[in-house]
């Protein structure tokens, strides 16, 4: 249900960024009735045509630091992403990754979960270049 969900939102949102002013229909998503299919499957990551980082700060919350960025990414706007550091296990380098705006809500059992409000499906690559910018970003401010 929530792979839906988040497929709608994210037609909506690039409907919306269009200037579309009304969704009629949404289309149903095609569903395979297999899952031996879906778990071969390599990820479809989406490819990032354009980019850019809108505004970027550092905020510290209990002695914790994080960085918020605002991004347009290939025409849509993403506000409250997170620039995400952490140390991979296998190489020990550092890397990054874009953490999406989520939402506190409940699962069907009542307990508290998180959804994600926006999503793109990137690359590692991709992440690692839009990381690097909002860095930039957050320099030269």
Known sequence: MIGRLRYYYNLYA???AYGEKEVTK?????SSNSNNENKNKKPEFEELKSFEVIRARELTY??????????KLNGVCVYGARAVT?????????K????WPEREGK????????????YMAL???????VCNAIYDKLDNN
């Open 123 to 129: 690359s590692a690559e991709d992440q690692q270049t």
């Open 96 to 99: 990054d990754f874009i953490g």
């Open 86 to 94: 952490y140390k991979d296990k296998s190489t020990g380098e550092d």
């Open 62 to 71: 209990n002695g914790k630091t994080s960085v918020l960025a605002d991004l």
């Open 107 to 118: 699962d069907k059992d009542g307990n508290k979960a998180y959804y994600k409000v926006a």
């Open 14 to 16: 690039v409907l919306s």
């Open 26 to 30: 949404m289309p149903r998503k095609q």
